[in-house]
């Protein structure tokens, strides 16, 4: 970086000057999420496809197959939860599918998370898996998985491993997405 690139040296404030207001608070709700929710789910979901990562689907759904998951979800119990604005708008969604189809996999789960823009690294995060979790001890499910990407990650790996979540796999250059392998941490956090 050349010289006359630097930012100019700031000031220090005053003494006595008022402090910098500080950010708005951050407020939303927690509720499950409804059929008619599933545009705006599939809109965030939609950003993620395009420009992620984290997940591995190269083309999003239809709205029609999104609407048909959600109602197959919804027939065997399992949470689907929204966090939304004071103004309704969506700022993110958790939820549970079956881990494997097989009958005997009925009581373990693998969980999704995503959250818009707007609440990126405000905690909500933390809030909605919390909430998940307490919403599939309550459907009596025993077992959570979750499967996130090995590059471009790390705060879902972060956040998992704090709610008690223990990796128990690798496989690598399993998926191949923009141009590069992809491989996944299988991570797992039994219920109470």
Not at 26 to 43: G, I, N, S, W
Not at 54 to 66: C, G, N, Q, R, S
Not at 99 to 127: C, D, N
């Amino acid at each position: 970086m050349l010289e006359h690139e630097y930012q100019p040296r700031r000031k220090r404030p005053r003494a006595g000057a008022p402090p910098a207001p500080l950010p708005a608070e951050f407020t939303y709700t927690l509720r499950e999420a409804t059929l008619q929710d599933m545009p705006a789910v599939l809109a965030l979901y939609r950003h993620y496809v395009r420009n992620s990562v984290v997940t591995f689907d190269e083309k999003a759904p239809t709205l029609a197959a999104y609407k048909s998951r959600f109602l197959h979800l919804q027939k065997l119990g399992y949470p689907f939860r929204l966090a939304l604005s004071p103004t309704g708008t969506l700022l993110g969604f958790a939820y549970v599918f079956p881990f494997r189809e097989k009958s005997a996999f009925r009581k373990t789960v693998e969980s999704s998370l995503y959250l818009g823009p707007a609440a990126i690294g405000r905690g909500l995060g933390r809030t909605l898996l919390g909430d998940l979790i307490e919403h599939c001890e309550k459907a009596g499910l025993k077992e959570m998985i979750a499967v996130i990407a090995d590059q471009g990650a790390e705060a879902s790996l972060a956040l998992h491993t704090r709610f008690g979540f223990k990796e128990t796999g690798r496989m690598g250059k399993v998926g191949y997405k923009f141009d590069r392998w992809l491989g996944i941490i299988m991570m797992q956090k039994s219920l109470d």
